[in-house]
């Protein structure tokens, strides 16, 4: 069982940038497979970005590709989303997820590939 709590969400002006972490429970953070969505008002929940357990490949949505970067750092417990050059579509609840892996270097960018979710963070992005 993993318990994940988002954090760092807020307000910014487009252009801006956020940081958002992730802190799980459990000693098994380091052979879970990590991931990032997003859902905006009335909209689905939308893959972000994703990440192996060994923070060695990571993936992204192509709509925030080349300004937002995830990271992971197992000593910690903790995956992060550094979300730069932010727009007003940016705006949402972001949630983090993971899923064990057992090691596997698949890369999982669907909702139902994970298992656990933290509460969400609130990201508002004015123009």
């Known amino acids: 069982q993993v318990q994940l709590v988002e954090s760092g969400g807020g307000l910014v002006q487009a252009g801006g940038s956020l940081r958002l972490s992730c802190a799980a429970s459990g000693r098994t953070f380091s052979t879970y497979a990590m991931g990032w969505f997003r859902q905006a008002p009335g909209k689905e929940h939308e893959f972000v970005a994703t990440i192996t357990w060994n923070g060695l490949v990571s993936d992204y949505a192509d709509s925030v590709k080349g300004r937002f970067t995830i990271s992971r750092d197992n000593a910690k417990n903790t995956v992060y989303l550094q979300m730069n050059s932010l727009k007003p579509e940016d705006t949402a609840v972001y949630f983090c997820?993971?899923?064990?892996?057992?090691?596997?270097?698949?890369?999982?960018?669907?909702?139902?590939?994970?298992?656990?979710w933290g509460q969400g963070t609130q990201v508002t992005v004015s123009s």
């Open positions: 997820a993971a899923r064990s892996t057992y090691y596997s270097s698949i890369l999982y960018r669907t909702r139902g590939d994970y298992a656990y």
